[in-house]
C-alpha cells in the first residue's frame, strides 16, 4: 500500500455526452439508499441537465445532509454503453482502467476516513453545504495496489451479494402474501370448507355498506380488531447521539420504508434503558406494527399510513408521531393487520380522513374509526396460519442481513488500512 492523491485513482465528475431532450434513465437523490450498494429503481425522463454516468461508477451526494445520512451507490442498473442521468448534486466516481477496481471505489467512497475527507471539506450556508470537490481530490490516503483492491471489492461484494438475495427473499414472500391476501379478502376467493374458491364457486354474498361481502363476514372499524396508541413524547436532552451499553434505539418515522417494511439503519438516537421505568408499554415487541402519522402534503414519495413490522424483542422504544398498533389477538394475528395496512385500497381510505396543512397528519380517531372488513375468524386464522412462517423466515433473514452488514462495517476499514493480510483469505 502507498498514499496516492484520490485525483489519482478515481475520475471524478467523467465528461459523457447526451442530448437535451433525449429520453433517459434518471436516478434521482430519493433512488440512492443510505450505504447501499444497488440501486433498484429509475424514471425514465427527457434530459435536459445533471450529472451523467455509466454502469461502475459511483454516485455520491455532495450536499447536507445527504452526504452525511450516507446516499451512496453504484450504478448497475444501465445497459452497456448507455448514459443515465441524475442530481447535480452528486458526485460521479469513476475507476481508471489497472489503476482502480470500480467496488474498490464505492467501498472506499463509505468507508469512514474518506467520509471523514468529505464531510470535513464542506462548505456553504447553513442547510445548504457541499463537498469542495478539489480538497477531496487533493487528498492522498493510504491506497492498495490495483490486485489488492480487486481482492477488498470481492471479499465486501460477497457480503453485500448475500444482503441482497436475503433482501430479494424477503420482497418475493411479501409479495406472495399480497396477492393471497388481494385474493382471499378482495375477490373473496379463499378456500371455501371444500377448499374451492368461496365466491367463484357460488358462495353466498351479502349486500354490505362496502359492497358485497361474504355471508358471516361483516363490517367493523379498526380498533375493532386492533390497539392503538401514540408513541412517547421524548425531551431532546434525553436522547442520545450515539449507543451505549443498556440503551434502546429510538424508533421513529424514518425508520418505516416506503410501501411497508423497517429500514434499521435510519435509527440515529438511542435511550437509557433505566430511564424507561414507566414507559414499558412503548416497547416494541415482535409483532408490533408502528405506522407513519406524519408527512409532508405535497411529498412525491408520501410515507403517511405506511406501516412496519417489528421483528425483535425489547430492542426499540416507539417515538411520537409514529402509531404503535397491536393486535387483539383473540380476534386475528398481525399478518392479516401488516398486510393490509400497505395496500393502496387502504392507505386510500386512512389518508383521506389526515388534515390538510402543509403538514399532513393523521389522527388517533381517524385511524381507530377507519372502517374495514372483518372476515369469518375461520378464514382469518387460515391465513395467519400461513403467513406467520413467511415471517418468520423474513425476520431471520433481516437478523442475518443485520449481522452481514455490521460484519462488512467492520471488516471495511481493516481492509482499507491494510491491517488484514489478503493472502490468507480465499474468496
Not at 425483535?312 to 392479516?336: H, S, W
Request: net charge neutral; hydrophobic share 30%.
Amino acid at each position: 500500500m502507498e498514499y496516492k492523491k484520490l485525483d489519482d485513482i478515481i475520475e471524478f465528475n467523467p465528461t459523457e455526452t447526451l442530448q437535451k431532450g433525449t429520453l433517459s434513465k434518471k436516478i434521482s437523490m430519493d433512488k440512492l439508499g443510505n450505504f447501499s450498494k444497488n440501486i433498484t429503481s429509475f424514471e425514465y425522463e427527457e434530459y435536459g441537465g445533471g450529472m451523467k454516468f455509466r454502469n461502475g461508477d459511483t454516485l455520491l451526494a455532495r450536499i447536507t445532509p445527504c452526504l452525511e445520512n450516507g446516499k451512496t451507490s453504484k450504478v448497475t442498473i444501465l445497459d452497456e454503453n448507455e448514459v443515465g442521468f441524475g442530481s447535480t448534486e452528486y458526485i460521479v466516481m469513476r475507476s481508471k482502467k489497472n489503476i482502480s477496481d470500480e467496488d474498490f471505489i464505492f467501498y472506499l467512497a463509505i468507508s469512514p476516513k474518506f467520509r471523514e475527507i468529505a464531510i470535513k471539506s464542506m462548505n456553504g450556508t447553513s442547510g445548504r453545504q457541499r463537498v469542495q470537490l478539489d480538497v477531496v481530490k487533493n487528498t492522498e490516503m493510504l491506497i492498495p495496489n490495483y490486485e489488492e483492491q480487486t481482492k477488498i471489492g470481492k471479499i465486501l461484494s460477497s457480503i453485500d451479494k448475500k444482503i441482497e438475495l436475503n433482501t430479494q427473499i424477503n420482497d418475493n414472500l411479501q409479495s406472495l402474501l399480497n396477492k393471497i391476501f388481494t385474493k382471499w379478502f378482495c375477490e373473496y376467493d379463499y378456500p371455501n370448507e371444500s377448499n374451492q374458491p368461496y365466491k367463484s364457486s357460488g358462495g353466498k354474498m351479502i349486500e354490505s355498506e362496502l359492497g358485497e361481502i361474504p355471508e358471516n363476514w361483516r363490517i367493523g372499524l379498526f380498533q375493532d380488531v386492533i390497539d392503538f396508541s401514540n408513541g412517547y413524547g421524548f425531551k431532546s436532552n434525553d436522547l442520545l447521539d450515539n449507543e451505549e451499553k443498556e440503551t434502546y434505539k429510538v424508533f421513529k418515522q424514518g425508520n418505516i420504508n416506503l410501501s411497508g417494511g423497517i429500514n434499521e439503519k435510519k435509527t440515529k438516537s438511542w435511550f437509557y434503558k433505566e430511564k424507561a421505568k414507566g414507559l414499558e408499554k412503548f416497547i416494541l415487541q415482535k409483532g408490533d406494527i408502528l405506522m407513519c402519522m406524519t408527512d409532508m402534503k405535497n411529498s412525491t414519495s408520501p410515507l403517511l399510513g405506511h406501516t412496519a413490522l417489528m421483528n425483535v424483542n425489547d430492542e426499540y422504544i416507539v417515538n411520537q408521531r409514529v402509531g404503535l398498533i397491536r393486535c387483539k389477538k383473540e380476534i386475528t394475528d398481525y399478518p392479516y393487520v401488516y398486510t393490509m395496512s400497505n395496500l393502496e385500497y387502504f392507505l386510500k381510505d386512512i389518508r383521506s380522513r389526515a388534515n390538510s396543512g402543509v403538514q399532513v397528519n393523521l389522527s388517533t380517531k381517524g385511524i381507530c374509526e377507519t372502517k374495514i372488513i372483518i372476515p369469518d375468524k375461520r378464514v382469518l386464522n387460515k391465513y395467519n396460519e400461513f403467513a406467520i412462517p413467511l415471517y418468520e423466515m423474513m425476520f431471520r433473514n433481516q437478523k442475518e442481513n443485520q449481522d452481514l452488514e455490521k460484519l462488512r462495517d467492520t471488516l471495511l476499514p481493516k481492509l482499507m488500512n491494510g491491517e488484514i493480510d489478503l493472502n490468507r483469505i480465499e474468496i
